[in-house]
């Protein structure tokens, strides 16, 4: 019989590949892992039925479900699955990507909407 703990974080995970389906795992970044994780807030895919874009290296901000299975052998609790319960803020790549710039090149850099 394995001991499970269940945590939950707020946590920003930065897409690596989207899955449009309710159910399937997305693949994040996140603390420089990568990760696979269920989107389980359901208003949070609404938001793609609307039409809200997502592109690779976008961030989602949100809260991250964490379940732990204790192992005796390292006598530590080892992550098996992850959820995002739910998602506050996208940040665009190009958004993530600008706060990085030093000032001076944010003035000199223009954005390309479709």
């Given at each position: 019989?394995?001991?499970?703990?269940?945590?939950?974080?707020?946590?920003?995970?930065?897409i690596y590949k989207?899955?449009?389906?309710?159910?399937?795992?997305?693949?994040?970044?996140?603390?420089?892992?990568?990760?696979?994780?269920?989107?389980?807030?359901?208003?949070?895919?609404?938001?793609?039925?609307?039409?809200?874009?997502?592109?690779?290296?976008?961030?989602?901000?949100?809260?991250?479900?964490?379940?732990?299975?204790?192992?005796?052998?390292?006598?530590?609790?080892?992550?098996?699955?992850?959820?995002?319960?739910?998602?506050?803020?996208?940040?665009?790549?190009?958004?993530?990507?600008?706060?990085?710039?030093?000032?001076?090149?944010?003035?000199?850099?223009?954005?390309?909407?479709?």
């Amino acid at each position: 019989m394995s001991i499970t703990q269940i945590t939950t974080e707020e946590a920003s995970l930065l897409i690596y590949k989207i899955s449009f389906e309710i159910g399937f795992n997305w693949v994040f970044e996140w603390n420089g892992n990568e990760i696979h994780a269920e989107v389980l807030d359901l208003d949070f895919y609404q938001l793609m039925e609307d039409g809200k874009r997502f592109r690779k290296g976008d961030v989602l901000e949100g809260q991250l479900r964490i379940v732990k299975e204790w192992d005796n052998s390292a006598n530590v609790y080892l992550n098996k699955s992850y959820g995002v319960v739910k998602v506050f803020r996208h940040v665009s790549r190009w958004e993530s990507d600008i706060q990085k710039l030093p000032q001076n090149q944010i003035a000199n850099r223009t954005l390309i909407t479709n």
